[in-house]
Structure formats: structure tokens, C-alpha cells
T-cell receptor, first 112, second 114 residues
Framework: AQRVTQPEKLLSVFKGAPVELKCNYS??????LFWYVQYSRQRLQLLLR??SRESIKGFTADLNKGETSFHLKKPFAQEEDSAMYYC??????????????FGKGTKLSVIP | NAGVTQTPKFQVLKTGQSMTLQCAQD?????MYWYRQDPGMGLRLIYY???????DKGEVPNGYNVSRLNKREFSLRLESAAPSQTSVYFC?????????????FGPGTRLTVT
């Protein structure tokens, strides 16, 4: 069964400090990995996805197939980064390509 | 554009009652989804509709039915509500395959079953 694990429920960092939100996964095929974010009083929205190889709001994530990880990183945290972050995966073909499996989420709190 | 809208925002049901959660999108998306989120948990897929006229089960479909009424609307029905269905329900839509197209989420419906 596919699974996404986010080991930290809460992560607190000081403004300007580096941020790393951890995500590990298990999947029998070739997964596609995503990070979603929910800011206070806003809807869940896509932050970035592995297939795009993009950097959004200074965040990057590298897929490590050997360690089955997709950690989210930012070199200098900003107060506006405080939010709930969810790692998710989908398959790349068939029914799996329409199904997202989410982790339980990590709440990031950036201390001024 | 309103994006993805859901009605109602809040609902309290008694065990055994039925209700339908409504979802509509105005982005001309092909695919629509229903998720539930329980406290301390990630979202779990209940049902999805890859395109108009099709529906498929997700991870947790038991106790639910869905209808893709047209391209815009995708409803979720609880025939006989149970306390275990107390949750926040999210509808989402996308142009197509998740790996290619972003999912857009609605604001959620908070359902309590007593």
C-alpha cells in the first residue's frame, strides 16, 4: 500500500533560519511527489511538484529514490511561510494518476 | 471566477440521517474529487471522477455515493450518516491527470454526526 510519512507534526524555526520539512514515502511503482500548503484561513493549494523541477517562494524539494524521500527546503525562513504543509504522492499511470495520497502534515511556525 | 465552491459550509446530522454535499467548479475542469480530513490526519480520497460520466472509488468509499451531474458539478451523498463520518470534506478539481495538472480545492464542509 502506498504511504506518505511526515515525521514532524510541528516545526518551529526562527526567521532567517533554514527550513527542512521531511517527507518519506512508500510506493510500489514510480510515484509523482507534491507539496501542498494551507495558509491560515486559506484553501489548500499546490506549492510545488517534482515533475516541474521548480522553485516556488524560495522552496525546493529533491526526490531521493534511494531514501524514498522528498524533503522540502528553504534556505531562509520568512514569517509568511508559517502554514500547514502536506506532502503527497500520486501514480504516474492508470487509476493511480488521479489519486493523491497525503501525509498527515507538518505545521511550520516561523518565529520573528 | 469563484473556483471550486461547496455547500453547505457546516452541517450537523443525527445518526441515520442522509444528506448531499454539493460541489461545483467554474474552471471547465475535467476531473473532480472528494476528500475527507479527520483531525490530525491527511486528506483521504473518497471518490473521484476522471471525466464527465465516470466515477471511481478512492481510498475510503464505504458509506458514500457520488454523482457527476455534469461537467461542473460533483455531489457526495451520505445515505445513512454515522458518527465515524464526522469530518471535514473537501472537493477539488483539475484539468486532468494530477501529475500534469494542479488540483484546486474548495473551502471545505465541516460535518458533525451525533
Amino acid at each position: 500500500a502506498q504511504r506518505v510519512t511526515q515525521p514532524e507534526k510541528l516545526l518551529s524555526v526562527f526567521k532567517g533560519a533554514p527550513v527542512e520539512l521531511k517527507c518519506n514515502y512508500s510506493y510500489s511503482g514510480s510515484p509523482e511527489l507534491f507539496w501542498y500548503v494551507q495558509y491560515s484561513r486559506q484553501r489548500l493549494q499546490l506549492l510545488l511538484r517534482h515533475i516541474s523541477r521548480e522553485s516556488i517562494k524560495g522552496f525546493t524539494a529533491d526526490l531521493n529514490k534511494g531514501e524514498t524521500s522528498f524533503h522540502l527546503k528553504k534556505p531562509f525562513a520568512q514569517e509568511e511561510d508559517s502554514a500547514m504543509y502536506y506532502c503527497a504522492l500520486s501514480g504516474q499511470e492508470g487509476a493511480g494518476s488521479y489519486q493523491l495520497t497525503f501525509g498527515k502534515g507538518t505545521k511550520l511556525s516561523v518565529i520573528p | 471566477n469563484a473556483g471550486v465552491t461547496q455547500t453547505p459550509k457546516f452541517q450537523v446530522l443525527k445518526t441515520g440521517q442522509s444528506m448531499t454535499l454539493q460541489c461545483a467548479q467554474d474552471m471547465n475542469h475535467n476531473s473532480m474529487y472528494w476528500y475527507r480530513q479527520d483531525p490530525g490526519m491527511g486528506l483521504r480520497l473518497i471518490y473521484y471522477s476522471a471525466s464527465e460520466g465516470t466515477t471511481d472509488k478512492g481510498e475510503v468509499p464505504n458509506g458514500y455515493n457520488v454523482s457527476r451531474l455534469n461537467k461542473r458539478e460533483f455531489s457526495l451523498r451520505l445515505e445513512s450518516a454515522a458518527p465515524s463520518q464526522t469530518s471535514v470534506y473537501f472537493c477539488a478539481s483539475s484539468e486532468g491527470l494530477i501529475l500534469l495538472y494542479e488540483q484546486y480545492f474548495g473551502p471545505g464542509t465541516r460535518l458533525t454526526v451525533t
